[in-house]
């Protein structure tokens, strides 16, 4: 079973879950805004993909935190500090299967090929 973790007012994301809709794949969807996400939870994204590709950088959450507040995320650690007040700062879709991080984004040809 998959489980993908967004937002559900994010294009990608309704994108995304349209896609496997389509597909006939069955997933749970958690809208880790309206939810929440534990600090474990984060933490084991955390050892198994860099922090560098679940922060989200580019967004727009993260470029209007206060300079000195972004300057606090160094590692890890510090990430997910800052991640439990601006939960939007995650990329997204994150997908998981048996607890793994299977997707990370939605690029349609890298998920036809995860998802075989």
Known sequence: MLTVYGISNCDTVRKALKWLDKKGLSYTFCDYKAQGLSSTQLERWMQQKAWTEILNTRSTTWRELPQ???DTVVDAQSAIK????NFSMIKRPLVEQDGKIILLG???KQWETALK
């Not at 800052?82 to 007040?85: A, L, S, T």
């Open 82 to 85: 800052v991640i439990p007040e």
């Open 68 to 70: 000195a507040l972004k």
């Open 106 to 108: 939605f690029d349609e």
